[in-house]
T-cell receptor, first 114, second 112 residues
């Protein structure tokens, strides 16, 4: 089944403890992206990747890192999480780099930083 | 950037047809109108996309008038499971990361 898989689904951590949220897609998509969703603010893009070893900042990149060493994986790294990074995170991918191709989203990771 | 405007919420009843209108006055020539559906604690799911006139698939229809400044998502004979948030986006064709502005969407509540 074609899908975007994020892990973990839920994560509670403390301020400053490094964490990684994994994202994997099995559709051979070039483009991958991370979003965070907060009440009243909609979805905001954190980072995106047009292809392997090509990443760039989205709207809200501060406090996050990403890497794209292989096409299927696009992990999101929080080196020193803070409470304002408590949010619902979504990874997405799409075929090609044309923006009118539909995005496929994972089921989300709910992160709580205390 | 093409910003879209849609109602914050709508109510309807099972079996009815629901139309959600989206305004996109600044749409560019190569922008596509795309709708997503999101259930609580799930990622958005692509519903339908169009450029102009009418597009229909197994889930919905999308009507886009000639001036393309607005569009209407039509959900035929809705059921309780259609209760969700619906997002209208203008996506630019081409090889880029055209920044998507995801607004608050339209919260659709279907009543029995």
């Amino acid at each position: 089944e074609a899908q975007v898989t994020q892990n973990p689904r839920y994560l509670i951590t403390v301020t400053g403890k490094k964490l990684t949220v994994t994202c994997s897609q099995n559709m051979n998509h070039e483009y991958m992206s991370w979003y965070r969703q907060d009440p009243g603010l909609g979805l905001r893009q954190i980072y995106y990747s047009m292809n392997v070893e090509v990443t760039d900042k989205g709207d809200v990149p501060e406090g996050y890192k990403v890497s794209r060493k292989e096409k299927r994986n696009f992990p999101l790294i929080l080196e020193s999480p803070s409470p304002n990074q408590t949010s619902l995170y979504f990874c997405a991918s799409r075929a090609g780099t044309g923006t009118n191709s539909p995005l496929h989203f994972g089921n989300g990771t709910r992160l709580t930083v205390t | 950037l093409a910003k879209t405007t849609q109602p914050i919420s709508m109510d309807s009843y099972e079996g009815q047809e629901v139309n959600i209108t989206c305004s996109h006055n600044n749409i560019a020539t190569n922008d596509y109108i795309t709708w997503y559906q999101q259930f609580p604690s799930q990622g958005p799911r692509f519903i339908i996309q169009g450029y102009k006139t009418k597009v229909t698939n197994e889930v919905a229809s999308l009507f886009i008038p000639a001036d393309r400044k607005s569009s209407t998502l039509s959900l035929p004979r809705v059921s309780l499971s259609d209760t969700a948030v619906y997002y209208c986006l203008a996506l630019r064709g081409g090889d880029s990361n055209y920044q998507l502005i995801w607004g608050a969407g339209t919260k659709l509540i279907i009543k029995p």
